[in-house]
């Protein structure tokens, strides 16, 4: 059997991976002259810099990818941060901003700045939704009805804007129980030794030891279908056969690829659906200093951030991210689709954030990368992700547009991929 992957994002190599590791003849087509899509490394002035992620997998050396790697054979060390995510407060309660100074609270005690009443509220509904989720509005709106206090609101746009890149007000409720409950189950996130391209360059390494064929710089730009069921790939005007084509360039590409008026059932509500998920966008900021800025590997929380939702320094973990005596610290922010207009101005307000958090302590700006559209922060905004199948059977879609349920981006990805190999039976 032959499978043809169309891109060498995180998926692809994943999916191309477990079927080679299954016997498929495997082949997989990238447009780029790299491999690894948006979870690779940019060598810049020394730094380990990357084409998307922040070098950070959300469960760590525990969750759905670092089981899917293991499960493959893809030799990669994953190190969770120690303090795994800190939250940074202002230092005089009723403060709105770090302009006075911060303290920082452990993850764990995020319960600590609700009144008394919301925490009792709390601990009735960690009980009561795991016996009846949630379900039908966003999690903002639940949390409006349920812990009606400023504090909700912060640390939930700061978490999400961090983990997905969207406001709590555009996360399903549904979504981000699953997502909470992940997160006690897998536990707190963790960095890859080598950033993103060690694990990219594991599965690479899979694929070819298994006689997979990986080729950049090769744009697939159709494909053959017959009788309802893709054929093969035109790639250079060329055209290659095979049995399977397994997608990672999204729902709605793999749709435009698939074209109009194919007489294929259920084609039109699939194009609409697809058409109509809206990319999370989102902007990153890398620093340098040569003394570190955090401190630790974990992930810092900035609820009180104009537009910053969190900050990592992986130095903490992997010092070879960075030239010997500097540290790399990156900062996120979900760029909300009203604001996608004026990104400039949205990334002044992290670039003002940045001076507020790090008050006194000396740093470069490295580079200012923003993220949407066709090269997002995720192809489809968590909780509207679509299944792998498509009306074509022998055609499936893997990556951050087919996300598993409750997976937070690269993890999403894997229990996606697990799924699109449930399918097949794999
Ligand atoms: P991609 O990586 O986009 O792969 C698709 C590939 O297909 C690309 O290489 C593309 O060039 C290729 N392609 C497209 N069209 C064609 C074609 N016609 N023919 C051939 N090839 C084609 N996730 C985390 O888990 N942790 C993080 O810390 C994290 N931080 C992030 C920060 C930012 C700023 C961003 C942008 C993303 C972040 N993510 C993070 C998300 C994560 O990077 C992505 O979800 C993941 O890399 C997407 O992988 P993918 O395989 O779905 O898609």
Redesign the pocket.
Known sequence: MKAII???????LLSAAKLSNAGYEVEV????PII????TNIPYKGFQLST???????HGPSGPLAQLLEEIGANVKIVRGKPVSVIRIPRKRGDTDYKYGHKDLLFENFRTPFTLFNRIKLIYYVISTRKNPPSGKSFEQWCKEHIDQDWTYRISDSFFGWAL?LKAADVPVEEAFAIIENLYHFGGPGVPMGGCKAITDALTGVIQSNGGKIHTS????GLKIENGNVKGVLVNGEEHLTDIVIS??GHA?TSHMIGENTGITGMDDYAHTSDNLKPSA?I?ICLSSDKPLIGHGGVLLTPYARRVNGINEVTNIDPELAPEGKHLTMA?QCVHWKDMDDLENEIELGLEDLKDIFAGKEYEVLLI?S?SNE?????SPSGADLKNKTPIPNLYV????AKGKGG????G?ALGVKNCMQELMI
Do not use: C
């Not at 169309?6 to 692809?12: A, E, K, T, V």
């Not at 087509?29 to 780029?32: I, K, M, V, Y």
């Not at 690894?36 to 979870?39: A, D, I, V």
């Open positions: 169309i891109g060498s994002g995180l998926g692809g087509f990238e447009r780029l690894g899509g948006r979870f998307g992620a922040l070098h950070m997998l959300p890149s090769s744009e697939v730009t990672d360039i590409a989102g990153k996120h990368q993220y090269w997002p922060v995720n192809r893997v990556g951050d547009g937070i981006e690269v993890e990805i």
